[in-house]
């Protein structure tokens, strides 16, 4: 059976962070906080909303940062998040073929021959030359 997570509805979520619940309604309005709705279409904050709640008062209460700002910082929290969780599923899999990449980064016995050794000659780059007569720009 599934367990139902805990919702707060809006007085109470005010209440314990001390603000005013059209404070709450705003932040929804700008996108900041997107609480689901009951069947009566009352607000259910979840403890993520309330994690997500804190970060916004701890921006604009201590920090200053504007609504705008917020918003910035919480948009590139979550790139950075996705960003870690591809990185971890690369590093996984990176684990997790190990031995097979390694056969490819092992340089090949000389006796194979399958490299043949190339000297880089520095050649001077050929100068076109102006002919007489030619306007130069």
């Not at 403890?47 to 921006?59: A, T, V, Y």
Request: charged share 30%; no cysteine.
């Amino acid at each position: 059976m599934k367990r139902r997570a805990k919702t707060f509805t809006i007085s109470a979520v005010a209440e314990q962070f001390d603000v005013h619940p059209q404070t709450l309604r705003l932040y929804e309005r700008e996108g900041l906080l997107k609480p689901s709705r009951s069947e009566g279409n009352t607000r259910l904050y979840t403890d993520n909303d309330l994690e997500r709640l804190e970060l916004i008062l701890s921006l604009t209460r201590d920090l200053g940062v504007n609504l705008a700002g917020v918003e910035i910082i919480l948009n590139m929290r979550e790139k950075m998040d996705a960003m870690q969780r591809e990185f971890e599923r690369f590093f996984d899999y990176l684990q997790a073929h190990a031995e097979e990449l390694s056969r490819f980064t092992e340089a090949p016995p000389p006796e194979a021959g399958a490299l043949i050794p190339i000297s880089r000659v520095n050649r001077p780059v050929p100068v076109k030359r102006r002919t007489v007569g030619s306007k130069s720009r």
